[in-house]
């Protein structure tokens, strides 16, 4: 039997076999022209991403435009076509071979810059899995991708950032669990394939109107990301549960 793939199209997959998760999910489909014109028909923007890489690399939004025209948005770079035919061929010329297209969530914006949230699920040995933080990363200027390195932006609490948005109810305990219960359930759906993971964050979106998406799931997250909060309990829980 052949190893499982880690790639982002696998793992949507899965999760997508999970009666209370998929509803959580952004429509994806592999990248090709019929895909790509599809998904920009239904939704009007769309992104585009590597299935196998992470921190960002690699991410386009397309958007359609007025008067048959399309716009990609790469890093702080916008590049318009004057047709669908033109942007396909464009993309066929990178070879984005593995690429996802991906119904874009319109994230909830803190001080006007987007955000999503790094939820960490964790389990030891013998016990269950426990989420042992969360904070969100928001946007660098001009940028689509949240990863801090990639677009220089900044971490800060979750709290701080749904204050700082216009997500209709706010910041709540109710909405906190519910973040909770989604990334466990996520963690644990996960865990029935890949039965050697003891750790994943789970990217999460929010958009305004406080809806949870689920962006991904990562096995191997950076947890000095949590270094950057003032709050250092958090990193130190994660760091604990790493050392079991």
């Known amino acids: 039997m052949s190893k499982l793939s880690w790639s982002k199209w696998t793992k949507y997959q899965l999760l997508g076999k999970h009666r209370k998760l998929a509803k959580y999910l952004p429509e994806t489909r592999r990248l090709d022209s019929k895909n790509l014109s599809r998904m920009l028909n239904k939704y009007g923007d769309v992104i585009i991403k ?101 677009s220089k932006g900044k971490v800060v609490s979750v709290k701080k950032a749904i204050q700082s948005s216009k997500i209709s109810g706010k910041y709540s305990k109710a909405l906190m669990s519910k973040i909770d219960k989604v990334a466990l359930r996520t963690a644990k759906h996960l865990h029935k394939y890949y039965k050697w993971i003891h750790m994943t964050g789970v990217d999460m979106g929010l958009d305004h109107k406080g809806r949870i998406w689920i962006i991904e799931a990562n096995f191997d997250p950076a947890t000095s990301l949590f270094l950057k909060l003032k709050d250092k309990s958090m990193y130190r829980k994660i760091i604990s549960y790493k050392k079991k």
């Open 50 to 150: 590597p299935s196998a890489s992470f921190g960002g690399k690699g991410v386009m939004q397309v958007s359609a435009e007025r008067e048959g025209r399309y716009s990609l948005h790469s890093d702080k770079k916008v590049k318009v076509f004057g047709s669908l035919k033109e942007l396909s061929a464009y993309l066929k010329r990178k070879h984005l071979h593995s690429y996802i297209v991906q119904r874009r969530i319109s994230l909830a914006k803190a001080n006007g810059r987007p955000f999503d949230l790094r939820v960490m699920v964790q389990r030891r040995k013998k016990s269950d899995w426990t989420v042992t933080g969360k904070l969100a990363k928001i946007a660098g200027k001009g940028y689509i991708v949240t990863n801090i390195e990639r």
